[in-house]
Structures are given as C-alpha cells and as structure tokens.
C-alpha cells in the first residue's frame, strides 16, 4: 500500500540547473498539493491541483512549476534552480478539499549550491 | 504573515504524563483544524481534527480543543509515551479558502 511516493529523496543542484520532482498517489485522490518545509518554518503551499489538467497556485509559487496530465501524477519543475530554493519538498494528496485528510509522501531534500 | 501560531518551538514530557501542545490562530474565517505529527525523514501524518461547530474532539490518548472565542486550541496526549516524541504541526483551513495553513510545529520529546 504505497500511498503518495515521492521520487528523489535527495538531489543536490548547482544554481541555474533544472529538475522535476516526481509525485505519484495510488488512493485515486482528486487532489494533489506541493509544499515546501524550511527550518523553523510550517508547510508553505507551493501550488495545487483539483483534478487532471488542472493547477493552481499557491502562498509560495514562484520560481517553480508544476503539472498534472494524469490524476495519479503531480509534477513540480524548477528551470534554473536558485540557493533560495533549498528545502524539503513534501506532496500530498486528498480525496476532497479543505475538509479532508491530506496524505503526505516521505518528502524530497534538496540543495541548491 | 503567519495566520497559525505554534509558539513553543519544542517541548519536554516525561513519560506517563500529559503532554499539552498550544496553537493560536488570527483568521476567523478558520473552520476547520487539524494536528499533523512527524517523524524525522518522513512525511506528516494525520492525527486529529476538529470543527467549529464543536469545542471538543477525542481519539484515544489524543485529544483537541478548541476555544474560538480565544482563537486557540490545544493537543492533549494522556499518557505521553516516547514514541511520541516527533514534531506536532497545527494547521487550520476555511470554507472559503484553498489551503491549510500551518504553524511552525512543536517538537515534543518524551522521556522515559
């Protein structure tokens, strides 16, 4: 029972370099979130989707973006990796919005140098 | 401009008693708050709600309150075990919103 799968956990970036993080959910959910964790920060919402075909965004989208072509997916891309964008990069998923429990992936750390 | 407040950064229990983790929150249009709890090297993970229709909401040893007219809440967990010990996110989300709105976390450690 996978859950929400994140793939890497790890990558390190020279500054300029760009990357795609990888979520994958198998609990059929509609809805997909990305955030971003910095130390002595909660979860910052990076941008969202509400089904296939769809994004949003969020507190904190710039500098990143994201894509849904498939339900069970919810990519997140930076084209030209800046230090400010070293974190850990949780996605979550839920069946309906607001109301209901997000589920979270192991998460992905990332360094920009 | 942080809407959901966690002050204490970190929190020390021994085991066997209450652990009591606070949050506050400044928007009114919050309805709807949950506590998540993480391990290290993982993700959150679910550990109780509650709405705003009620002032209570138990789950074994957790239990949440909620005091809207303080715009605070609280965790209890009776008793505290070392497995415990993790990080413990409040976050909160309105109707009319789109997110959940997350604190900063208390780190708990319960000691033996």
């Known amino acids: 029972n996978a859950g929400v799968t994140q793939t890497p956990k790890f990558r390190v970036l020279k500054t300029g370099q760009s990357m795609t993080l990888l979520c994958a959910q198998d609990m059929n959910h509609e809805y997909m979130y990305w955030y971003r964790q910095d130390p002595g920060m909660g979860l910052r919402l990076i941008h969202y989707s509400v089904g296939e075909g769809t994004t949003a965004k969020g507190e904190v989208p710039d500098g990143y973006n994201v894509s849904r072509l498939k339900k069970q997916n919810f990519l997140l891309g930076l084209e030209s990796a800046a230090p400010s964008q070293t974190s850990v990069y949780f996605c979550?998923?839920?069946?309906?919005?607001?109301?209901?429990?997000?589920?979270f992936g192991a998460g992905t750390r990332l360094s920009v140098l | 401009d942080q809407q959901v407040k966690q002050n204490s950064p970190s929190l020390s229990v021994q085991e066997g008693r209450i652990s009591i983790l606070n949050c506050d929150y400044t928007n009114s249009m919050f309805d709807y708050f949950l506590w998540y709890k993480k391990y290290p090297a993982e993700g959150p993970t679910f550990l109780i709600s509650?709405?705003?229709?009620?002032d209570k909401n138990e789950d074994g040893r957790f239990t949440v309150f909620l005091n809207k007219s303080a715009k605070h809440l609280s965790l209890h967990i009776v008793p505290s075990q070392p497995g415990d010990s993790a990080v413990y996110f409040c976050?909160?989300?309105?109707?009319?919103?789109?997110?959940?709105?997350f604190g900063k976390g208390t780190s708990l450690l319960v000691t033996p």
């Open positions: 509650i709405s705003s229709i009620k």
């Open positions: 979550a998923s839920s069946y309906s919005f607001l109301w209901d429990i997000q589920y």
């Open positions: 976050a909160a989300s309105a109707d009319s919103g789109y997110a959940l709105n």
